[in-house]
């Protein structure tokens, strides 16, 4: 059964700390995986990654696929209160067509 | 300014009353899908569109349909509503199949089936 599985589902830290979220997933003749932030409206896109190996970076925000361990994780550094949210990670089925979300990792970053 | 627009953006009703949420997207995208959002369960998909008059059913359909006679809207219909689909809604839109492949997500509708 295709499946993506995020960790931890919550997480609280302080300004200024580095948080690594994690992204696991069993997919079918996987091809990509997309990671999305949901502040209090729409998932916007931070990164797609198709290659196993290479970081993509934005700012204070990484991510890195490993296609033998199949998984992700996204990075972000020196955090900041506007970090706080909903970070969700997404792999789409070989055709494109269906899309598998995770549960998503709400973020916490206080003061 | 490119956007994917839902309506109504919040809707409480009562159990067994026709609806339709409305999503409309101004990019010119071939692909559109509808998803569900509720509390430890991320987005699921309901219904995706390649093109127009092209659906099909995504995780879960039940309750649901659709349908895609323009290219720009992609409505959700609930024929007869049930608590259980009380939830956060997302409509989305993209090129498909190459290209930017990043979803456009609208701002969401609130459900709230009594």
């Known amino acids: 059964e295709d499946k993506v599985v995020q960790s931890p589902l919550s997480l609280v830290v302080h300004e200024g700390d580095t948080v690594t979220l994690n992204c696991s997933y069993e997919v079918t003749n996987f091809r990509s995986l997309l990671w999305y932030k949901q502040e209090k409206k729409a998932p916007t896109f931070l990164f797609m990654l198709?290659?196993?190996?290479i970081e993509k970076k934005s700012g204070r925000l990484s991510s890195i696929l490993d296609k033998k361990e199949l998984f992700s994780i996204l990075n972000i550094t020196a955090t900041q209160t506007g970090d706080s949210a909903i970070y969700l990670c997404?792999?789409?089925?070989?055709?494109?067509?269906?899309?598998?979300f995770g549960s998503g990792t709400k973020l916490n970053v206080k003061p | 300014e490119a956007q994917v627009t839902q309506n109504p953006r919040y809707l409480i009703t009562v159990t067994g009353k026709k609806l339709t949420v409305t999503c409309s997207q101004n990019m010119n995208h071939e692909y559109m899908s509808w998803y569900r959002q509720d509390p430890g369960l991320g987005l699921r998909q309901i219904y995706y569109?390649?093109?127009?008059?092209?659906?099909d059913k995504g995780d879960v359909p039940e309750g649901y349909k659709v349908s895609r006679k323009e290219k720009r809207n992609f409505p959700l219909i609930l024929e007869s509503p049930s608590p259980n689909q009380t939830s956060l809604y997302f409509c989305a839109s993209s090129t498909h199949p190459l290209g930017e492949w990043p979803q456009h997500f609208g701002d969401g509708t609130r459900l709230s089936i009594l």
């Open positions: 569109s390649m093109n127009v008059e092209v659906t």
């Open positions: 997404a792999v789409p089925l070989y055709n494109f067509n269906k899309f598998y």
């Open positions: 198709t290659s196993s190996g």
